[in-house]
Nanobody
Framework: QVQLVESGGGLVQAGGSLRLSCAAS????????MGWFRQAPGKEREFVGA????????NYADSVKGRFTISRDNAKNTVYLQMNSLKPEDTAVYYC????????????????????WGQGTQVTVSS
């Protein structure tokens, strides 16, 4: 089992940047594929990006491709989401999630596959 705690959210102007962190408990962080999702008010939770166990594979939603970068540091049990060129439509609660998978290269995109979720961190982008 793993517990996830997000941090780094806040208020930023359009065009600005934020870096979210997700710290995981436990000593088996490297056995989890990780993902970031977001949920805006009145909308369903949506996929943002995901990274494989090794960190060598990533996948992004089209809406954030080229602006957001996901990375991980397995020694620090932490996954990051670097968000650049932020837009007002990026405003949402951002969640990290973990899925224990057997392969080092697998990137998990489907929300339904993730077993563990953080509590979320609010990102607000003003115009």
């Amino acid at each position: 089992q793993v517990q996830l705690v997000e941090s780094g959210g806040g208020l930023v102007q359009a065009g600005g940047s934020l870096r979210l962190s997700c710290a995981a408990s436990g000593r088996t962080f490297s056995s989890y594929a990780m993902g970031w999702f977001r949920q805006a008010p009145g909308k369903e939770r949506e996929f943002v990006g995901a990274i494989s166990r090794s960190g060598g594979g990533t996948n992004y939603a089209d809406s954030v491709k080229g602006r957001f970068t996901i990375s991980r540091d397995n020694a620090k049990n932490t996954v990051y989401l670097q968000m650049n060129s932020l837009k007002p439509e990026d405003t949402a609660v951002y969640y990290c999630a973990a899925d224990q998978v057997p392969g080092f290269a697998r990137v998990v995109v489907s929300m339904r596959e993730y077993d563990y979720w953080g509590q979320g961190t609010q990102v607000t982008v003003s115009s």
